[in-house]
């Protein structure tokens, strides 16, 4: 480890110089650190250091062609200058080769840790990096561009515990929840500290009321703001309707007082027969803003009647810790219909095996209504938010995780090793930047 951990350490040092001199405090303090984290011989935390010495490897790629054009546009000497970066990508690419000789197999929750880890420093680095205005949370919190490669680390390791942890059934609901409160927590919290002491925390632009249907209301009222929305549409489309069960910042509660429910444990019908009047709700979600901002309502007037709405969801919370059931989000959220629609594009899918014989274990698991049974054998209707808490539940392994279109040959374990790492670097990247 001796040899490959100083030729990394080189590597991520020189990078680190180089963000130096660029002002780049946030790269800084990340390529120190994983100039530090070269020398571990965790199997998923050399693995990530691998995968970012590969990043370090394109940035530099990149970097060449540019510092090379801009001397050869001034007419200045390259050659020098060339030969010097060609060296640096060499030390890379030897480091990298170096490196993956003495890598070892990885199981599946180390897997999905490296990659979350590994993807999160990438992409939140690059959110850093390119946006016009400080937006990760670290930054706003504490005036410093630097505390963000601190903070970029913390959350790139938080995201790895988690999706671990969803790759184990019996741990899995669990660590949901946890992942999910610990979001919507970060979340309402920086919303009231924005509209009560630092106006930083809030995003530029007209205020969003964090409740659900206003992602829809907001911009049918305003005929403008569509962020929200289609940053909610982008996550559908990607994750499928498991928004709303690792994402939504509202639902989470709901799911709470279902999940400590007296009846916590009870199969509960669900299917077709259970009432749903997410239809009228989504109506009056897109009809009464519009209504209101055809008649001239002003804003305050309008924004009072939605948070008006949103008292009523505590009522709902209510009848959902005596059900067991998420009775908010399975039968009056309009966004969550909303998305039940659109994830029907997105690839992912719960499965129903030929094992099933109907004995509705799961549906003691499932706080959405999802599931039923019909013709002998269990049945998930659209209802479903990709929770993956019912699979625990089957002692047969009839139920099961995969994907739909182009990608059905796709089998049930890397289904799910994608799935969790695709919904672990979401919730990462969500919680970095947690802004309404």
Known sequence: MIGPGLISSFCF???AAHFLRGGVNAGVILCLALAALSFSGCGWLRRSVTFLLLASLVFWGVESVHLAGMRIVEGLP????????????LLHAGAILWRSRGEKGLSA????????????????????ALAPFPLLLGERVFP??????????????????CAAG??????????????????????????????TVASSLLMTGRLHLPVPFMMLSGPV??????????????????????????????????????????????????????????????????????LLAILGVPLGYALAAALAAALAAPFAWKRSSASGVREYCSRFCPMGLAASLLG???????????????????????????ISREGGVCHISR????????????SRGALGFGMAGPFSSVPSARADLYFVTLISVMHVVFLATARV
Request: charged fraction near 15%; aromatic fraction near 14%; include cysteine.
């Open 13 to 15: 040092l020189m990078t």
């Open 78 to 89: 390259f050659v020098r200058l060339a030969a010097i970066l060609m060296g640096v990508l």
């Open 109 to 128: 929750p180390e897997l999905a840790r490296s990659r979350v880890f590994s993807a999160s420093v990438v992409l939140l680095f690059a959110l850093d």
């Open 144 to 161: 410093w561009q630097g505390f963000n490669g601190l903070a970029i680390l913390l959350l790139a390791w938080w995201g790895g515990y």
């Open 166 to 195: 969803l790759l184990n059934p019996q741990a899995s609901p669990r660590r949901r929840r946890v992942m999910w409160t610990v979001f919507a927590s970060v979340f309402f919290l920086q919303f009231l500290l924005g509209v």
């Open 221 to 290: 009222y305003r005929g403008e703001g569509m962020f929200m929305l289609a940053l909610f549409s982008v996550s559908v489309l990607l994750a499928g309707s498991a928004w709303c069960s690792h994402l939504c910042y509202f639902g989470v509660w709901d799911c709470l007082s279902a999940s400590f429910s007296r009846r916590k444990g009870h199969p509960v019908k669900g299917g077709k027969d259970s009432r749903d009047w997410r239809w009228v709700f989504l109506a009056a979600a897109a009809g009464l803003p519009l």
């Open 344 to 370: 029907r594009l997105s690839s992912w899918r719960m499965r129903v095996g030929e094992a099933c014989t109907g004995c509705m274990k799961c549906a003691s698991a499932c706080r959405d209504l999802a």
């Open 383 to 394: 209802r479903c938010t990709l929770c993956r808490d019912c699979i625990s539940r089957c």
